[in-house]
């Protein structure tokens, strides 16, 4: 129960962030700040989550090294991008502070490349066969 109560919380803290963004955008970053800091977030709250937000808002802002820092943070994490992140946004955030947008989508950063579970090479091989 005491569990499931953290998770609640952390769930609500971070609606709450995401209620501040034009409001009150000094205590939103603080409360995402505080949300990444916490042991397991990611039992209540996809960490990809909140740098997505924090990366909006900066973009937002106009922002854009500030934003590209939230994606470094997110890479170096082992988050993937493109689920939380607009594929435009991205772009337009890399080629403003002079990045290549392309460079995002290799998977080298993005976590690993082949994870020895071989579901994917099922699939190929069962598409091969067809």
Not at 21 to 50: F, K, Y
């Amino acid at each position: 129960v005491s569990n499931l109560k953290q998770r609640i919380k952390l769930v609500e803290t971070y609606v709450r962030a995401r209620n501040l963004m034009q409001s009150n955008p000094g205590e939103m970053i603080q409360i995402c700040e505080s949300l990444l800091a916490q042991p397991n977030i990611e039992n209540a709250v996809r960490t990809g989550d909140v740098y997505a937000l924090l990366t909006e808002f900066y973009y937002e802002k106009d922002d854009m090294l500030k934003a590209m820092e939230m994606i470094d943070a997110m890479r170096a994490k082992g988050i993937i991008v493109g689920p939380y992140l607009d594929s435009k946004m991205v772009q337009t955030i890399c080629r403003a502070v002079g990045r290549d947008p392309q460079l995002l989508e290799t998977k080298a950063n993005d976590g690993p490349a082949e994870d020895d579970d071989g579901i994917g090479e099922e699939i190929e091989e069962d598409l091969d066969d067809a």
